[in-house]
């Protein structure tokens, strides 16, 4: 074979390694469709693993680089069991071979909401795949290899337990009964240095050896026989404790181990903030990500920011007590910035407010987490101050669950997302970090300049749950910060 043949098939043969793509159209939307790489899919029991991308019918502005894209491919994480999804990596393309920019995600996972993108495509990942014949063939064999094992262990232990004809002797009685007796469990050993010591002892004859004869002198008188003592049976004495070291196997009982459980996040003690980073590597970035929230917002450049166009109303919602905060689910809201859509996932409660504004740190803030399409994170931070008493918080604490981890979904109570809005939508806006762990970055933050007020027993009801579940304002490194004018 020609050598530069050889070079050529050396040169191919890595590439063959490695399956093309197959994109498989999942929704087609005005503007945009999602479509499937069912070659990256990978299954881990509930967990499923998967590529798939957007491509949009016009450009977008990448807010990092400043280029445009059309397409947006994302590796996901999905769990399917709990319906939730966790971005991994998350490419932007120009075209089918130009990337504009491409980052690894250490995300985390949130609640797929039906309906969405993210919907479509967890119900096509977590469908169960179709067996081939030769599949379901070899589970048929495996399944019939397996009986057939079961019966024949099930012969052999039968025969174990049938009776042998060998004539039991008188000295074997004893031990017979002993193994006829109920076992106890079966202890730990341990090795016992005095048992192999008495081992090696010389034991005593069972029959005494006959006494010598002497003869006896003339003046001496000759012995009085003395009736044979009775023997009786020795009482029965307490066995003695098992001796505690050597070589001989020594049975003794083991303590049951109590299994030491893992330090959870949280605010105070050794799960607090200054901790997170330890408790779990996927933590790194809470103390080593240079964007991270939240911040005191400070001389930020005053400009006439894009008004956020707010597509909230009316709706049904469920409250819940996660043991950390206070969190509420409502159905599909959303918002719209610079050409983006970005759909609510779910409101958070802090006390007293992670966000500083020039120094003053209010009572309470109130977090609406949204997510776009391309997987990117918004959050809208309404700042709460003591004064009147507000009805859409009333109304939630009106339905908060009587015990922390549940769940309430009022059947006929309703809120208003938008009056929970301060009446200026005018806000900060800086890019950030989630203030809960995994501390994931690149998350755009719209905190309101005008805070809205809750009465002083509204904060007081929240504080005898949370006193603080606050982060700590991070250092802002530099960051742009724009003020609306």
């Not at 399917?80 to 089918?96: G, L, S």
């Not at 044979?228 to 003794?252: N, T």
Request: with cysteine; net charge positive.
């Amino acid at each position: 074979m020609h050598p530069s043949i050889v070079v050529a098939l050396a040169i191919a043969l890595p590439l063959t390694a490695t399956a093309a793509p197959t994109w498989q159209n999942v929704s087609s939307e005005p503007g945009k469709r999602i479509e499937l790489d069912r070659t990256s899919i990978k299954r881990e029991g509930q967990t499923v693993e998967a590529q798939s991308r957007m491509i949009l019918e016009k450009e977008l502005i990448d807010i990092r680089s400043g280029a445009p894209y059309l397409i947006i491919e994302v590796v996901t994480r999905y769990d399917c069991t709990a319906r939730n999804a966790n971005t991994i990596k998350r490419t932007f393309k120009k075209d089918e071979n130009t990337i504009v920019r491409a980052e690894d995600l250490k995300g985390t996972d949130l609640p797929v909401r039906s309906g969405t993108l993210d919907d479509k495509v967890l119900r096509e990942v977590c469908r169960p795949p179709k067996e081939s014949q030769a599949d379901l063939a070899a589970k048929a064999n495996e399944a019939a290899n397996q009986l057939r094992q079961a019966n024949e262990a099930l012969l052999k232990k039968e025969l174990a337990k049938a009776p042998k004809a060998t004539p039991l002797k008188t000295s074997d009685a004893a031990p017979a009964a002993a193994e006829e007796a109920p076992k106890s469990a079966i202890p730990s050993i341990r090795p016992s240095l005095k048992a192999a010591a008495e081992a090696n002892l010389p034991k005593p004859a069972t029959n005494p050896a006959p006494v010598e004869t002497r003869p006896v002198a003339q003046n001496t008188p000759a012995p009085v026989a003395k009736p044979p003592a009775v023997r009786r049976p020795p009482a029965a004495k307490p066995r003695p404790p098992a001796p505690q070291g050597g070589y001989m196997l020594e049975l003794v009982r083991s303590e049951p181990t109590r299994p030491t459980l893992p330090v959870q996040w949280g605010y105070e003690g050794a799960g607090a903030p200054e901790n997170w980073a330890r408790l779990d590597p996927r933590n790194s970035l809470c103390a080593s990500g240079q964007r991270q929230s939240p911040i005191d917002i400070s001389d930020g450049i005053k400009v006439d920011v894009e008004p956020v166009r707010f597509d909230y109303r009316p709706s049904r919602f469920r409250i819940a007590d996660t043991g950390r905060t206070v969190e509420v689910f409502l159905g599909d809201m959303s918002f719209s910035l610079t050409g983006k859509t970005y759909t609510l996932q779910k409101i958070a409660f802090h006390r007293p407010s992670e966000e500083r504004i020039d120094g003053r740190r209010f009572d309470m803030s109130a977090h609406l987490i949204h997510k776009a399409d391309d997987g990117q994170l918004a959050i809208i931070a309404v700042l709460i101050e003591r004064g009147n008493e507000n009805p859409f918080i009333q109304t939630l604490w009106n339905n908060l669950p009587l015990e922390k981890g549940l769940e309430v979904a009022p059947p006929a109570a309703t809120i208003d997302l938008d009056a929970l809005l301060p009446t200026s939508r005018n806000y900060y806006a800086y890019m950030g970090s989630l203030t809960t762990p995994p501390c994931t970055e690149g998350v755009l933050w719209l905190v309101m300049k005008q805070p809205i007020q809750v009465s002083q027993q509204q904060v007081d009801i929240f504080s005898r749950l949370y006193r603080n579940n606050a982060r700590p304002v991070q250092p802002t490194n530099g960051r742009l910060i724009k003020e609306g004018r």
